[in-house]
């Protein structure tokens, strides 16, 4: 069963703790990307990677940082730096340029 | 940089009656246009999407027309149903990213 998973889907993180959350994809996309949603609001782009060891930084990326080591794994970290990190954090990929882009699940943080 | 604005930000109608959703991007080098829908607390999911060297394209009772001139392409949805209920987004494709609109909240009312 191909596409997208992230986990957790519910994640609450304590001020000053840095968590990471896991995007895993099994299409063999080359692109993959981190957005964020607040309530109401549309998608904005954090990181993206357009190949394995290489990202490039989105229109919100001040307080995040990413890795991709492995094709299928992009995971997100959201530092003590991000100041209002309560959000939805979307994962999406796609294999190649204007090509669809299917998004994952989602997860929820929640700053305590 | 690109440019995505989309209307009307929230729409309410009758079940059975039609929908229409505008976007209007500000870049002409944009030329792939998804449209996804978006239930509450779920990812998107694509929907339909046109390319621009396309001016309508149709899936049942979901069509996506482009006017590269005016620079804006329309979700509609005919003989909607209660289902059909969510938050639409449009989006560009524009050098290696896509943009996004800021969503319309579709209610179908029974």
């Known amino acids: 069963d191909g596409g997208i998973t992230q986990s957790p889907k519910y994640l609450f993180r304590k001020e000053g703790q840095n968590v990471t959350l896991s995007c895993e994809q099994n299409?063999?996309?080359?692109?993959m990307y981190w957005y964020r949603q607040d309530p109401g609001q549309g998608l904005r782009l954090i990181y993206y990677s357009q190949i394995v060891n290489d990202f490039q930084k989105g229109d919100i990326a001040e307080g995040y940082s990413v890795s991709r080591e492995k094709k299928e794994s992009f995971p997100l970290t959201v530092t003590s730096a991000q100041k209002n990190p309560t959000a939805f954090y979307l994962c999406?990929?796609?294999?190649?340029?204007?090509?669809?882009?299917?998004f994952g699940p989602g997860t929820r943080l929640t700053v305590l | 940089g690109e440019n995505v604005e989309q209307h009307p930000s929230t729409l309410s109608v009758q079940e059975g009656d039609s929908a229409v959703i505008k976007c209007t991007y500000s870049?002409?080098?944009?030329?792939?246009f998804p449209w996804y829908k978006q239930e509450l607390g779920k990812g998107p999911q694509l929907i339909i999407d046109?390319?621009?060297?396309?001016g309508e394209k149709k899936d049942q009772r979901i069509a996506v027309t482009l006017n590269k001139t005016a620079k804006h392409f329309s979700l509609h949805i005919t003989e909607t149903q209660p289902e059909d209920s969510a938050v639409y987004f449009c989006?560009?494709?524009?050098?290696?990213?896509?943009?996004f609109g800021p969503g319309t909240r579709l209610s179908v009312l029974p």
């Open positions: 046109i390319r621009s060297n396309v």
């Open positions: 999406a990929s796609n294999s190649g340029r204007t090509d669809t882009q299917y």
């Open positions: 870049d002409s080098a944009s030329n792939y």
């Open positions: 299409l063999n996309h080359d692109a």
């Open positions: 989006a560009s494709y524009y050098g290696q990213n896509f943009v």
